[in-house]
C-alpha cells in the first residue's frame, strides 16, 4: 500500500513556506507586524490564511502594498510595490486553498536592522496628548499636524548622513518632515505655545520642513548615499513636523530622532531645491493643474525627492528638460494619498547640467469624483501661508562643490522672488 503524498501538481503550486511567507515578510512585514503602523499583523501562517481572500484582493487591486511613485520616474531604492510573480504566487496559492508545505530550516521573519549606533539622539522630555479628536484647523478639517522643536546643542557644525525617526503612536503617526533651524525663529514659535510642540507647519521662514527629507508609515529612516551628507549649522534646533490622524482617544507621543554623522572632508552637502505653488485657489467642481518650473545654475548630483502637499492634490509629477531640449520625468505620482507619502531616494544620484529645466505640476480635484477630497460639501479651496503650499522638494548637490555657495546663493534668492506679492 502507498500513502498518498500530493499530486505533482500539488507540489508545483506556491505554498505557505515555500514562497508566501518570504513575500509576507519582504513586503508587508515592515508594517503589519506588532508596534507596527498596521492594524493588524501578518507575520504567522494563521494571520495570513485567515484573511486570504481579502489580502487577495487589496493586492491584485494594487491596494497593498501602499507605494505611490509611477513607474514613468526614475528608479527609487527600496521600492516596495509587489512584482507580478509575486501577485499570481497569492492568487495562485489562496486559490489552492492556502496549502502551508513543508517547513524550512528556518521560518521568514522580518529581521530588525541593526546597525551602528547614533551619534546623537533626540528626545522629547515629555510627551504631548494627543487629543482624541482633532478639532477644527483653520481650513474646515481635522487638525492633524503638530511641531516639535528639539535642541541639538551642537557646539560645531554637524554633517548628517542618515536619521531614524521612531514613535510612541505608529499607528496614528504617518508622514514626518525635518528641518535644521539655526535662526531661532521654530524656538521662538514653539515657546508661544503651552506644553510641547506647536500648532503651525513646520517651516521657518522661507525653508519648508522638508529640506532635509521627511518619514512615512513603515519607512521611519533615512539614510542618504555615501559621499553626501545634510549640513546643520551649530547651534540648530532639529524641527520635526508630524502629521498624525486623530484615533478616537488620547494618545501619547513622545517621539525621537536617531542621527548619524561623517567626517569625511570629501561629504558633499546635500541642498534642497524646491518647486512650489504658494497659492491656490481652486472652485467647488473645479479641477485644476499648477505649474512651477525654475532652471539649475550649475550641475547638480540629485539624490531624491520629497513631495508636500496635502488637501485636494490627486496627482503630481516633476520634470526635467535638458538644455538640448531632451526631457524626462524625474517623479510622477499618478494617484497621490498625503497619507502614504515621505521622502524617495534614487537608486543612484542622476547629474543634471546647468541650464537644465525642472518643472513641477500638481492636478488639484476639488470635486466629488476626488474620493479622497477632506472637503465636503464642496466649497471653494484656497491655500495659502498657514495651510501650506504644495510643493515637491528636490533633493541634490552641486556637481563641483567649490559651486555650492553659488547654488545656494540662487535658491536663496528663488526663494525670496516667489514671496513678493505679483
Ligand atoms: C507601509 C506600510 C504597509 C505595508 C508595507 C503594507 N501595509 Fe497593509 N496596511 C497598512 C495600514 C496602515 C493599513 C490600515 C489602513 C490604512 O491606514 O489606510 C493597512 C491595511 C491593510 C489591509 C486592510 C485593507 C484596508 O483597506 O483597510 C490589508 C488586507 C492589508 N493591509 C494587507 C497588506 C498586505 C498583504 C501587504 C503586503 C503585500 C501589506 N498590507 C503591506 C500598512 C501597510
Known amino acids: 500500500m502507498f500513502l498518498a503524498v500530493g499530486t505533482p501538481e500539488e507540489a508545483a503550486g506556491p505554498t505557505w513556506h ?35 481572500n481579502f489580502i487577495e484582493a487589496v493586492v491584485r487591486e494594487r491596494l497593498m502594498p501602499p507605494w505611490l511613485p509611477g513607474s514613468a520616474g526614475l528608479p527609487i531604492r527600496d521600492h516596495r510595490g509587489l512584482p507580478e510573480d509575486d501577485i499570481k504566487a497569492i492568487t495562485d496559492w489562496v486559490r489552492a486553498g492556502k496549502p502551508i508545505g513543508t517547513a524550512g530550516a ?39 499636524k503638530r511641531t516639535f522643536v528639539l535642541p541639538m546643542n551642537n557646539a560645531e557644525a554637524l554633517k548628517v548622513t542618515a536619521l531614524a525617526y521612531a514613535s510612541e503612536a505608529p499607528q496614528a503617526v504617518h508622514a514626518v518632515t525635518f528641518l535644521a533651524d539655526a535662526t531661532g525663529t521654530a524656538r521662538y514659535t514653539d515657546d508661544r505655545e503651552v506644553g510641547p510642540g506647536h500648532y503651525m507647519t513646520g517651516d521657518v521662514r522661507d525653508r519648508p520642513t522638508g529640506v532635509m527629507g521627511g518619514v512615512g508609515v513603515g519607512m521611519r529612516s533615512l539614510a542618504l548615499p555615501p559621499g553626501f551628507h545634510w549640513e546643520v549649522e551649530p547651534w540648530s534646533e532639529a524641527v520635526m513636523e508630524v502629521h498624525y490622524r486623530p484615533t478616537g482617544r488620547e494618545q501619547h507621543l513622545r ?42 545654475p ?39 494619498d498625503p497619507h502614504w507619502r515621505q521622502a524617495y531616494l534614487l537608486e543612484a544620484p542622476v547629474r543634471l547640467p546647468a541650464g537644465t529645466r525642472i518643472g513641477g505640476s500638481w492636478v488639484l480635484e476639488n470635486t466629488l469624483d476626488n474620493a479622497r477630497n477632506p472637503f465636503v460639501p464642496l466649497e471653494r479651496y484656497v491655500t495659502g501661508r498657514r495651510t501650506g503650499a504644495v510643493a515637491i522638494l528636490l533633493h541634490g548637490a552641486a556637481a563641483d562643490a567649490a559651486e555650492d555657495a553659488q547654488l545656494r546663493r540662487w535658491h536663496s534668492d528663488l526663494m525670496m522672488a516667489r514671496q513678493r506679492p505679483r
Not at 21 to 30: E, L, P, Q
Request: glycine share 8%; aromatic share 6%; net charge negative.
Open 298 to 336: 550649475v550641475d547638480v548630483d540629485i539624490i531624491g525627492f520629497t513631495p508636500r502637499a496635502t488637501g485636494v492634490i490627486t496627482s503630481m509629477n516633476l520634470n526635467a528638460t535638458w538644455p538640448d531640449g531632451a526631457s524626462r520625468v524625474l517623479l510622477d505620482i499618478p494617484d497621490y
Open 255 to 296: 517621539e525621537s530622532l536617531d542621527l548619524w554623522f561623517t567626517d569625511d572632508p570629501a561629504s558633499r552637502p546635500v541642498r534642497t531645491m524646491v518647486s512650489m505653488v504658494r497659492q491656490v485657489s481652486v472652485d467647488a467642481e473645479e479641477t485644476q493643474r499648477v505649474h512651477d518650473t525654475y532652471t539649475l
Open 18 to 52: 515555500g514562497e508566501i511567507a518570504a513575500i509576507v515578510a519582504t513586503h508587508c512585514g515592515s508594517c503589519h507586524r506588532d508596534d507596527g503602523p498596521a492594524p493588524f499583523t501578518l507575520q504567522r501562517y494563521e494571520d495570513v490564511a485567515g484573511r486570504a
Open 106 to 144: 528556518e521560518p521568514a521573519t522580518v529581521k530588525a536592522t541593526a546597525g551602528a549606533a547614533p551619534d546623537l539622539r533626540l528626545a522629547m522630555p515629555e510627551p504631548w496628548i494627543m487629543p482624541a479628536e482633532g478639532g477644527e484647523n483653520w481650513g474646515r478639517r481635522q487638525r492633524d
